[in-house]
């Protein structure tokens, strides 16, 4: 049973940091697309960005582009997001997800159907 576990999430202020992790327990990790998305209260899930399975290759939506970084360590299976430059329009749950039947990285990773597997989600909160 695939599980991931996110983490990192808390209470920052605007302009302020974070780093979030995705602790996965699929296998083998190295060959999966990996996504994060978001959702903010009475809004629909949002694409934020996502990352090859080499870690080589990232997509991100535009708002985040710039401030927002997706990284992956193969070794230790977990998924990074560094986000900087935050601001209160970032609030909201973000939640890791991998797709066993997405191979390549771009428009079509911004998807949620796409991902097969998701995490319980980590609050983010930005205060003004």
């Known amino acids: 049973q695939v599980q991931l576990v996110e983490s990192g999430g808390g209470l920052v202020q605007a302009g302020g940091s974070l780093r979030l992790s995705c602790a996965a327990s699929?296998?083998?990790?190295?060959?999966?697309?990996m996504g994060w998305f978001r959702q903010a209260p009475g809004k629909e899930r949002e694409f934020v960005g996502a990352i090859s399975w080499s870690g080589g290759s990232m997509y991100y939506t535009d708002s985040v582009k710039g401030r927002f970084t997706i990284s992956k360590d193969n070794a230790k299976n977990t998924l990074y997001l560094q986000m900087n430059s935050l601001n209160p329009e970032d609030t909201a749950v973000y939640y890791c997800a991998v797709s066993s039947v997405l191979h390549t990285i771009g428009a079509i990773t911004a998807t949620a159907e796409k991902y097969d597997y998701w995490g319980q989600g980590t609050q983010v909160t930005v205060s003004s």
């Open positions: 699929v296998r083998p990790f190295s060959r999966y697309v």
